[in-house]
């Protein structure tokens, strides 16, 4: 393996000279709802920072779940929600109109101080739900106890807890599938957590073969046993 010759601050330094952090406020609106949000308009040529753009499938999943899955699935029980590969986080904000608690993922350390602005500074904010963000790299989680170094945090980056000490109702993502190589790590993530889970298509866009950057699709936890329909129920 190439050793790099810069150490760990050079290094961020070089990221930092060639990266674009001008994010700007983004207004999304349907029907009742106006989110704002930060994000670049362009996407960076740095496949690794795909994060930092919202892409078409966050706009599609938004609006599914302003028209049926907020309304109807998630504000009768008020769940606790992770997305994963949030990248600047539309979903999750749409999300915490309907829930209690959305946490938000990323792999990137630049993705994470974006979503950390839109968990602060995105208006409007509904403060009876909780928003958090965790760093979690799915190609990590098969580690032993990856789940227990994983802090979550607030915008104001204070620690809260442990991943490991977290319960989802939902896990929702959109364009989180793109690299083969990502969809079993993935799916390490949610049978780490023992989810079970149902991957339900969700738009037009699914009826085609998967193609790269075309589907969308929401993990939802199903309870096994009577233990978990209460807690699913609470
Ligand atoms: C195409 S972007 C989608 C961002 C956002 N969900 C949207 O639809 O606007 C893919 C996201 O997945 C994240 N991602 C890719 N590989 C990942 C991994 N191994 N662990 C965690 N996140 C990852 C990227 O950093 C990026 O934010």
Request: proline residues 3%; negative net charge; glycine residues 4%.
């Amino acid at each position: 393996m190439q050793q790099s010759m810069l150490d760990g601050e050079e290094e961020d330094q070089l990221v930092s000279l060639f990266t674009d952090t001008d994010y700007q406020e983004i207004k999304f609106e349907y029907k009742e709802i106006k989110q704002t949000i930060f994000a670049l308009k362009t996407s960076s040529t740095d496949y690794d920072l795909t994060g930092q753009i919202i892409w078409k499938a966050a706009d599609i999943l938004s609006k599914y779940i302003i028209d049926t899955l907020g309304p109807e699935v998630f504000a009768p029980i008020k769940p606790n929600i992770l997305e994963l590969g949030s990248g600047p986080g539309l979903c999750g904000l749409i999300s915490q109109h309907y829930a209690s608690q959305v946490v938000f993922s990323d792999y990137q350390d630049l993705v994470m101080d974006l979503i950390k602005t839109n968990i602060r500074d995105s208006e409007p904010s509904n403060k009876e739900c909780q928003k958090l963000a965790v760093k979690l790299d799915w190609c990590k989680s098969s580690e032993d106890s990856y789940f227990d170094e994983c802090e979550v945090y607030d915008g104001s980056g204070e620690t809260k807890m442990k991943l490991s000490n977290t319960q989802f109702q939902f896990v929702i993502g959109s364009d989180i599938v793109y690299w083969n190589n990502s969809i079993k790590p993935l799916m390490n993530v949610l049978d780490f957590k023992e989810y079970n889970f149902v991957v339900e298509e969700i738009g037009q866009e699914l009826s085609k073969p998967i193609e790269i950057n075309s589907f969308i699709y929401k993990v939802t936890r199903i309870a096994q046993t009577s233990t978990d329909q209460e807690q699913l129920q609470q």
